[in-house]
């Protein structure tokens, strides 16, 4: 069986840590079935308009397509002519990939919409069927009501011609429900890279960390540098690393200096997952102080390396979080998130790092992933033969 991922995040060389959940279904996937994976990715640095690399990837063979996008100007003539320039890379990905792989038996589409439009045609064309996987927040956190009628109409469409829908989480699924966009779906969550990592030293329980994209909005990174305010006289010795780039970098920087808080606050900037695993490890404990999440990567990677976790109930750290692994607190809540912080550190000693990474070790391996995938792609071209 040969199926083809179409992501709309992953992995590339302007960003090496976006869709990074993406590329570890590929690899589980790849232990039985044949993957490839064909991504479409912007890149405004480019000197041409148009480039693509092939590469293999822990088995995976994988074509990535550069399109370098306008990024100045007004958006009504600019996000057509980005379309425009996306879909051209897309149809020239394709070509490529039919020519060195061959048709496949399976498109298994990551996260509308773009990627979809590429799947619909090859439908149309080819017969090949598609199935969706859906990560994205946008159906938590309200974006999902501000699209327009067309886009609304096309990806109803979309979500009706497709075999399965999967999701990370029952959260994200029961918002597709309420979206009137499936019938049913499955959960089938994301991998945790067990087999790579071992358990972590304890660490110190002062030594916190958060791993985000800094986009304020979503992650409420400015929640924490709060907290960290209200805690500076109680738990001096108190210390976090912020792991992550984004939009709102500037802002939360300023923030930590006019809080007086730079001594006790250190960002590193976007880095290389095995360079965030290793921060991670390094650490006494994760927080995770989000508004939507629709699975946390991040959440299930620290209780991975034996890490106890601080999370808001946002959507996806509930399937994680219970009294052996760490606490859950509500959204937007800055003294409950202090509260915790402050017993985290007075109960750090009693939470065991084994018992830790025994409560993700049996739902979350490459191996449990890739049978799940392969189970559903055998099921659902049967049903359609």
């Known amino acids: 069986m040969h199926v083809v991922f179409l992501p709309k995040y992953y992995s590339g060389r302007r960003d090496p840590q976006v869709g990074e959940f993406i590329k570890r279904h590929a690899q589980a996937v790849s232990g039985y079935v044949q993957v490839s994976v064909v991504t479409i990715l912007k890149d405004p640095l480019m000197l041409g308009d148009h480039e693509e690399e092939v590469t293999e990837e822990d088995g995976v063979w994988t074509l990535r397509a550069y ?45 509308l919409t773009r990627p979809s439009l590429l799947a619909m045609r090859e439908r149309r064309r080819s017969g090949v069927p598609l199935m969706i996987t859906e990560h994205s927040s946008e159906f938590l956190d309200g974006r999902w009501h501000l699209r327009s009628f067309l886009h609304k109409a096309f990806m109803r469409s979309v979500f009706r011609k ?111 997952p095995t360079d965030t695993l290793a921060h991670i490890a390094r650490s006494g404990f994760l927080i995770v102080n989000s508004r939507f999440e629709t699975f946390s990567v991040v959440t299930g990677e620290a209780l991975m390396l034996g890490k106890p976790v601080i999370a808001t109930r946002c959507g996806g750290p509930e399937a994680f979080i219970d009294e052996r692994n760490g606490f859950l607190i509500p959204r937007d809540n800055t003294a409950a998130l202090a509260e915790a912080i402050k017993n985290m550190v007075a109960c750090h000693h009693r939470f065991d790092p084994q018992a830790i990474r025994d409560t993700v070790d049996e739902r979350y391996s490459q191996a449990v992933v890739g049978r799940q995938f392969f189970t559903i792609y055998e099921r659902v071209l049967a049903e359609r033969n």
């Open 162 to 272: 497709s075999l399965a829908t999967t999701v990370v989480s029952d959260r994200l699924g029961r918002a597709l429900l309420d979206a009137g966009l499936v019938d049913q779906y499955e959960v089938v969550p994301n991998v945790l890279p067990l087999e790579r990592n071992h358990v972590a030293a304890k660490g110190t329980p002062q030594n916190a960390i958060v791993v985000a994209d800094l986009i304020d909005r979503v992650k409420n990174i400015s929640g924490v540098l709060e907290a960290l305010v209200l805690l500076r006289d109680m738990l001096p010795e108190l210390r976090l690393i912020v792991v992550g780039g984004g939009a709102d970098e500037r802002k939360l920087r300023e923030m930590v200096s006019a809080f007086n808080l730079d001594d006790r606050i250190t960002f590193t900037g976007q880095l290389h």
């Open 67 to 111: 399109y370098k996008p306008i990024e100045k100007g007004a958006a009504v003539w600019r996000t057509p002519i980005n379309l425009l320039r996306y879909w051209r890379a897309a149809r020239s990905a394709w070509d490529h990939f039919i020519k060195e792989r061959g048709h496949p038996h399976l498109i298994h589409v990551h996260v």
